[in-house]
């Protein structure tokens, strides 16, 4: 599911889908791509509204790499039809037992675990679950040990007895919460209604609970991000850097900068870059500092810029002695000699 605007991450999402935003190089969709060819899955289709030609083009991409076991397709919505809606207009292809996972999301999903408790468990629903500590924000599931049992706050893993969106502290009955990846039954497919705007979350899941079907749950290990925000990305790339050697996630070509810094192959690092990931064909001058920053693809730091808990877009310019802390800068910007910005958000230039 890549249909999203993905407003909360704006200005990066003016120019481009939210799951080509890039984390370390790589746009987000690539990992959901990787979890599910790990996974054995020979076919993958992604489902795309907003700027989906720009999916179109990287999808092809996967056709290219080599991996004649996998083929990938782009469905483009014409209207937003939700996220069951969009995997509704695909019916006609579902005919066996598939995955559906969120675009926009980094996660360290052991899908052939999911796919053997769905089995096991004769469930008509299997979903990924995520360990919060506030759940007040996401929708949390409530789960039971046995099938239509009572809700026990304390269980990981176990049939999904109840569903509530964004509750109240006193209305919270767990801390798990939806991580966007589902195993789903056809049968659960031709309830979603044709030609309809429809929601898994807020109206298919309820609706396959009051029929009474099986619905399984357990909560996942390792790293789950909707890279919903900028903080979040940032937040995902210094976590997916510092716990690499434990997650199945692959990096692009480049070079460690400590424990969490990354430089890709063609960048030019003539400055300090620390905790930072500096993207393709950057260029970051003598005496210029980056700190716990995203430079995307093509940006250009001159001499005595300082760049701090900041994303710039791709082929930002930062002219020398600028200083730019918590902005995010929208692709093709310059910033101008001297300039000093705080928590500024930069649309992309015309």
């Known amino acids: 599911m890549a249909g999203g605007q993905g407003s909360r991450l704006r200005p990066l999402t003016l120019t481009r889908p939210k799951p080509m935003v890039e984390v370390i190089g790589r746009p987000v969709i690539d990992f959901v791509k990787e979890a599910m060819a790990d996974a054995g899955i020979d076919e993958i289709i ?49 005919q066996t037992t598939c995955v559906v996972g969120s675009g926009d999301s980094v996660a360290s999903f052991d899908i052939n675990r999911l796919l053997k408790q769905h089995r ?25 040990s046995e099938q239509d049992g009572e809700v026990d706050g304390s269980l990981r893993s176990g049939f999904i007895s109840k569903f509530k969106e ?57 790293v789950w991000f909707d890279v919903g925000h900028p903080s979040e990305l940032l937040r995902a790339q210094t976590t997916l850097l510092q716990q690499y050697q434990s997650l199945p996630f692959s990096l692009p070509e480049g070079s460690w900068v400590g424990d969490d810094g990354f430089i890709l ?57 600028a200083v730019l802390i918590d902005c995010v800068i929208g692709d093709g910007q310059v910033v101008s000699s001297g300039s000093v910005l705080r928590s500024a958000l930069i649309p992309p230039s015309e």
């Open 120 to 144: 096991e468990n004769k469930a008509k629903v299997t979903m990924a679950l995520w360990e919060v500590d506030n759940p007040s924000e996401f929708g949390i599931v409530g789960l039971s």
């Open 265 to 321: 192959t063609d960048a030019i690092v003539h400055g300090d870059a620390v905790s930072s990931v500096i993207s393709q064909s950057c260029v970051v001058e003598s005496s210029a500092k980056i700190i716990s920053s995203l430079l995307m693809k093509g940006c250009k730091v001159a001499e005595n810029a300082e760049i701090k808990g900041s994303i710039l877009g791709r082929e930002v310019i930062v002219e020398a002695g």
């Open 46 to 94: 992604v489902t795309t509204g907003y700027r989906g030609e720009q999916l179109k083009a990287h999808v092809a991409t996967w056709n290219d790499s080599g991996d004649s076991s996998l083929h990938a397709s782009v469905n483009q919505e014409s209207t937003p039809m939700g996220t069951a809606g969009s995997v509704g207009l695909l019916r006609e292809k579902i």
């Open 166 to 222: 964004k509750p109240a502290p006193e209305e919270a009955f767990s801390n798990v919460i939806n991580a966007g990846l589902y195993i789903i039954e056809p049968e659960v497919i031709d309830l979603i209604p044709e030609g309809e705007k429809f929601d898994f979350s807020k109206q298919l899941f309820p609706l396959v609970l009051e029929k009474g079907w099986p619905m399984y749950a357990e909560t996942i290990n390792g």
